[in-house]
Antibody, heavy 118, light 109 residues
Framework: EVQLVESGGGLVQPGGSLRLSCAAS????????MSWVRQAPGKGLEWVAS????????VHVDSVRGRFTISRDNVRNSLCLQMNSLRAEDTAVYYC???????????WGQGTPVSVSS | QSALTQPASVSGSPGQSITISCTGS?????????VSWYQQHPGKAPKLIIY???NRPSGVSNRFSGSKSGNTASLTLSGLQGEDEADYYC?????????FGGGTKLTVL
């Protein structure tokens, strides 16, 4: 059974940092691109970042580029999102997702909430 | 503003069919076969229900179907049931990363 379990969310002040983690199991992690998708309270889905299966390529949405960094460890089957210089508009539930192909996300974690507030 | 436009809400009675549209703001946003649809119930993670315009993942009801014409993709749900009440999102592959529609709230009357 495919499982994606996020951790690391919480309350942080503007300008602060958080590191989200996602533990993957039940599939061959190194075979899949992985991504983070977020959802602000009461709002729709927004793609944040993706990383190639071997970690050699990353893509970030414009609004987080230079502040967030996606990474992965194919030995530990884990995905991370380092978030720096956090802003109020980064407040959202962050989902770890598996890419079946061409950015169609077939498995989602339960999400971890991030709140940026003073 | 999202590059994909969906109606904010649709509704239907049990047993009826509904269609949700997803229109790209430019032809290149959706001018390929890599369109997906997701269902999200309140408080839950989204679930993939359609990929590559019209394909259903294993375990997804065949009451869900997808299609595309020009720069508009559509999700059709037939034989509406109460459990179908949820938010639905379309998504499209793009070179710079996927884009999502704003979401459509389906109400089963």
């Amino acid at each position: 059974e495919v499982q994606l379990v996020e951790s690391g969310g919480g309350l942080v002040q503007p300008g602060g940092s958080l590191r989200l983690s996602c533990a993957a199991s039940g599939f061959t992690f190194s075979d899949h691109w992985m991504s983070w998708v977020r959802q602000a309270p009461g709002k729709g889905l927004e793609w944040v970042a993706s990383i190639k299966n071997d970690g050699s390529e990353t893509v970030h949405v414009d609004s987080v580029r230079g502040r967030f960094t996606i990474s992965r460890d194919n030995v530990r089957n884990s995905l991370c999102l380092q978030m720096n210089s956090l802003r109020a508009e980064d407040t959202a539930v962050y989902y770890c997702v598996r890419d079946r192909a061409w950015y169609s996300f077939d498995y989602w974690g339960q999400g971890t909430p991030v709140s940026v507030s003073s | 503003q999202s590059a994909l436009t969906q109606p904010a809400s649709v509704s239907g009675s049990p047993g009826q069919s509904i269609t949700i549209s997803c229109t790209g703001s430019s032809s290149d946003v959706i001018d390929h076969k890599y369109v997906s649809w997701y269902q999200q119930h309140p408080g839950k993670a989204p679930k993939l229900i359609i990929y590559e315009v019209s394909n259903r993942p294993s375990g997804v009801s065949n009451r869900f179907s997808g299609s595309k014409s020009g720069n508009t993709a559509s999700l059709t749900l037939s034989g509406l049931q109460g459990e179908d009440e949820a938010d639905y999102y379309c998504s499209s592959w793009a070179v710079s990363g996927p884009v999502f529609g704003g979401g459509t709230k389906l109400t089963v009357l």
